[in-house]
C-alpha cells in the first residue's frame, strides 16, 4: 500500500496536531509514563467537527481541564447536543470519572466514548468502580486497537511526508492484556493482569493471574487473545525499540 502525503498545509488542525515523538511517548501501550495526553474529537450536531489535543496541567488532569474549557465558553451549555470522542493514554481516575458523570448528568444531549492506551492504576478499587460508573452512566469505554492508532495517526498527528501509514505498530498481546483486565473491571472481577517495571533494565512487565472465577466468568475468547497459556501464570516483559519477548516466568495457577 503506497503511502500517502503529510497533512495538508490547509489543513485547519494542522496547528492542533501532536508531533510522531509525543505520540508514540504518551500512547505507547508498554510504557508506564506518569503524564497523560487527550486527543479529542466533538462532532456537533450541525456535523461540523473539532479536533484538539490537551495535556495534564500542573493542578489539573486533563480529563477536567477539557470539561471545564468546554464548558466555560458559550459553546457547550446544558440545551448543547454533540458527540465526543476521547483517546486516552491513561483511562481515568476516579475523581476525574466523577467530573466526567457530573458533566454528562448536566449536559444530556452530549454522548461520550473514551479509547484509552493503559489502565490507571488499575488494581484501586476506586479507579475501578469509578469506570464501572461511566460505563453504567452510557460511557463507552474501549482499550485502544490497531485501528484506533492508525485514526489518531491520521488526524491527530503531524506525521512526516510519505508517512500517513506508518503509525507505531505496538504487541498486539499488550492491547489484549489491557483488555481483559477493562473486561474485569466491567463485570466487578478481580484483577488478573498487574504490571511492573524494573527501573535497571526499562523492561516492563505484564503478568496474568488467574483465579477460578476468572476461568468461569471470562470467554475463552478473550483469554486466548493474550496469546498465553490459560491454566499457567505468564509474565511478558516489553522493552522499547524491541520485539516482544513471551514466556519469561512460569508458575502453576
Known amino acids: 500500500m503506497a503511502a ?23 500512547f505507547n501501550p508498554q510504557e508506564l509514563r506518569r503524564e497523560a495526553c487527550l486527543l479529542y474529537q466533538i462532532t456537533w450536531s450541525s456535523h461540523k467537527v473539532w479536533r484538539e489535543t490537551a495535556k495534564n496541567t500542573a493542578d489539573s488532569h486533563v480529563e477536567v ?41 448536566q449536559h ?17 478499587p ?11 452512566s452510557g460511557v463507552t469505554i474501549q482499550v485502544m486497537r490497531p485501528q484506533e492508532y492508525d485514526y489518531c495517526w491520521k488526524n491527530f498527528v503531524n506525521y512526516p511526508p510519505g508517512q500517513e501509514e506508518h503509525w507505531p505498530r505496538y504487541p498486539v498481546q499488550c492491547m489484549a492484556l489491557y483488555n481483559l483486565e ?23 512487565f505484564f503478568s496474568l493471574r488467574l483465579e477460578n472465577i476468572h476461568y468461569q466468568r471470562i470467554p475463552p475468547p478473550l ?3 493474550t496469546g498465553g497459556p490459560l491454566e499457567i501464570r505468564v509474565s511478558w516483559s516489553f522493552l522499547p525499540g524491541l520485539a516482544l519477548n513471551q514466556d519469561l516466568h512460569l508458575s502453576a495457577s
Open 65 to 105: 481541564n477539557f470539561i471545564k474549557n468546554l464548558t466555560s465558553g458559550r459553546y457547550c451549555r446544558p440545551s448543547t447536543r454533540c458527540s465526543i470522542l476521547w483517546f486516552l493514554s491513561w483511562s481515568p481516575c476516579s475523581s476525574c470519572s466523577k467530573a466526567i458523570k457530573l458533566f454528562l448528568s
Open 126 to 136: 476506586q479507579n475501578r468502580r469509578g469506570l464501572r460508573e461511566l460505563i453504567h
Open 223 to 225: 483469554l486466548l487473545l
Open 4 to 26: 500517502g502525503p503529510a497533512p495538508a498545509t490547509g489543513d485547519d488542525t494542522l496547528r492542533r496536531r501532536i508531533e510522531p515523538w509525543e505520540f508514540e511517548a504518551f
Open 108 to 124: 444530556p444531549g452530549v454522548s461520550l466514548v473514551i479509547h484509552v492506551a493503559r489502565l490507571f492504576q488499575h488494581v484501586d
Open 182 to 204: 477493562l473486561y474485569c473491571i466491567i463485570h466487578n472481577l478481580p484483577p488478573c493482569v498487574r504490571i511492573s517495571k524494573q527501573r535497571q533494565s526499562q523492561l516492563t
